[in-house]
T-cell receptor
């Protein structure tokens, strides 16, 4: 099976930076996705990495190292609306995504 | 472009009943995947359909089934409902290849009593 690990919870202050790590052990690799999910809502797509390196999208950046089976999502200039669960998902070698359990980020004033 | 839509949004059933959930993908998307989300297990893959064919299946019992129509709309069915089937059922669509981003619908929240 696929194994995807990420921390359960993180807390940070408004305006700060938070880094959510994700490590994975999968039978193959066709890309890693990050999704944001607010309570009671559907996951929304944040980023996609298939090659090593950093992808930047505004306040959000995602990094991938395939050799280390490691990714992180960096949230900068945190806002209260960033309080949500962040899901790391890997497409191994088929048409399905395997998700980590999610990291709940709480932003405090 | 309209997003993924799912109906119904909320459903209450009793044990032993069956239920059918519907998903309409984003226009032009031909792949539809279904996931079950529970607090304890997180997001679990159920199955994926493309061109009316099931291409992949997760580790769920045969009580969970699905189908896809020629217009890419998809349905999933759960027969003989159990209390443990209470969950948020999410559908996601993508254009095709397994490297494509999946976009999620709002989900159907199923409560089994």
């Amino acid at each position: 099976g696929q194994n995807i690990d990420q921390p359960t919870e993180m807390t940070a202050t408004e305006g700060a930076i938070v880094q959510i790590n994700c490590t994975y052990q999968t039978s193959g690799f066709n890309g890693l996705f990050w999704y944001q999910q607010h309570a009671g809502e559907a996951p929304t797509f944040l980023s996609y990495n298939v090659l090593d390196g950093l992808e930047e999208k505004g306040r959000f950046s995602s990094f991938l190292s395939r050799s280390k089976g490691y990714s992180y999502l960096l949230l900068k200039e945190l806002q209260m609306k960033d309080s949500a669960s962040y899901l790391c998902a890997v497409n191994a070698n088929d048409y399905k995504l395997s998700f980590g359990a999610g990291t709940t980020v709480t932003v405090r004033a | 472009k309209a997003g993924v839509t799912q109906t119904p949004r909320y459903l209450i059933k009793t044990r032993g009943q069956q239920v059918t959930l519907s998903c309409s993908p984003i226009s032009g998307h031909r792949s539809v995947s279904w996931y079950q989300q529970t607090p304890g297990q997180g997001l679990q893959f159920l199955f994926e359909y493309f061109s009316e064919t099931q291409r992949n299946k997760g580790n769920f019992p045969g009580r969970f089934s699905g189908r896809q129509f020629s217009n890419s709309r998809s349905e999933m069915n759960v027969s003989t409902l159990e209390l443990g089937d209470s969950a948020l059922y999410l559908c996601a669509s993508s254009r095709d290849s397994y490297q494509e981003t999946q976009y999620f619908g709002p989900g159907t929240r199923l409560l089994v009593l």
